[in-house]
Each structure stands twice: as structure tokens, then as C-alpha cells.
């Protein structure tokens, strides 16, 4: 989870081949709507997310009933609100523990991230409105990992896997 720019994509792709686990690319899931939207600099509110986040969580459902013998698997999604969360985490399914590792920058290196990636809808005059939806995980939230994103992605890899190592999860 995190702001645009975070890293949430990449370092995804880097934990879950370090762990032979499935991927999925959140954004991949955004209907065209969404996507259009967000292309034109026009921010999500709750009702889009709603659609999205409804797909996320059947991609959860479906993944995990797919891959028996996988202990993880990650999507990549912005879960900007506790709301998001939330709802995520309530999949009806006690044997499916969801977690969620928020990759925390800082506006600065969001920034030149954004604008230094190519060919991606989200654009970095919309970072503005990302840091206004965001409602930071707070103490009292569980399963959550929490890391430093102004780093380089292999740091940033090592710190996760071992944090998944520690928690056996």
C-alpha cells in the first residue's frame, strides 16, 4: 500500500519473485473509467474506488482459492484509507490473513519518481490529491508492515523479507 510513486509496484515484483509467489498489478484491475479519470488529472473519489477495490478483493478471493500451496501472494493496491483496508480484510475466509506492507515516502522522492516513470496514467500533479486521501496506518491497526520507501528498491526488498521472515507469515 501507498502513494503513487512509492514503489508499490516494483518492490512487488521484486518480493514475489524473491518468493516464487504469485503477482498481481493493482492498477491492471482500475476500470477504463477509473483510468481515464486519473489519465485526465481528475482524482478518484470513494465511489470509483469502490469498484476498483470490489475487483481487488475478488482477485484475493480467487488467488488464494487457486494456489493452495503458495503460502503468499501480493497485489499491488493504494489502500489510502482505513476504509480500504477494511474492506479488504474481510474476505469471509478465517484461513486467508491479510496484510499489508505501506510503503512510506517522502513528497519529494514521490515526486521525482512520478516524474521520472514513463508510460503510466498517474501523473505527479496528482500527488497533491493523493496525500490529502491518504489516512496513514495508525499504531492501533494490525497486520501492518511499515516501511521507509526513501531508500534504494534492494534495501527496501531486504527489509520486507525479512520483516515476513520475523513474523513467520
Not at 493523493?130 to 492501533?140: G, N, W
Request: proline share 4%.
Amino acid at each position: 500500500m501507498g502513494i503513487s510513486g512509492s514503489g508499490k509496484s516494483h518492490i512487488g515484483n521484486l518480493i514475489s519473485h524473491e518468493l516464487d509467489a504469485p503477482f498481481i498489478e493493482g492498477d491492471d484491475i482500475h476500470p477504463p473509467s477509473n483510468v481515464q479519470k486519473m489519465s485526465s488529472g481528475i482524482p478518484l473519489n470513494d465511489q470509483d474506488r469502490e469498484i476498483w477495490l470490489d475487483a481487488i478483493k475478488t482477485e484475493i478471493i480467487n488467488i488464494f482459492n487457486s494456489s493452495s500451496s503458495k503460502p503468499y501472494f501480493f497485489i499491488t493496491c493504494s489502500s489510502l484509507k482505513f476504509q480500504y483496508r477494511e474492506f479488504l480484510r474481510k474476505v469471509n475466509n478465517d484461513d486467508l490473513k491479510i496484510w499489508f506492507i505501506y510503503l512510506k515516502a517522502s513528497n519529494e522522492v514521490l515526486k521525482q519518481r512520478m516524474l521520472n516513470r514513463q508510460n503510466h496514467f498517474m501523473k505527479e500533479n496528482m500527488l497533491e490529491s493523493q496525500f490529502e486521501t491518504l489516512e496513514e496506518p495508525k499504531d492501533s491497526e494490525e497486520k501492518i508492515i511499515i516501511i521507509d520507501a526513501n531508500r534504494e528498491d534492494n534495501e527496501i526488498k531486504e527489509e520486507i523479507l525479512k520483516k515476513i521472515k520475523v513474523l513467520d507469515l
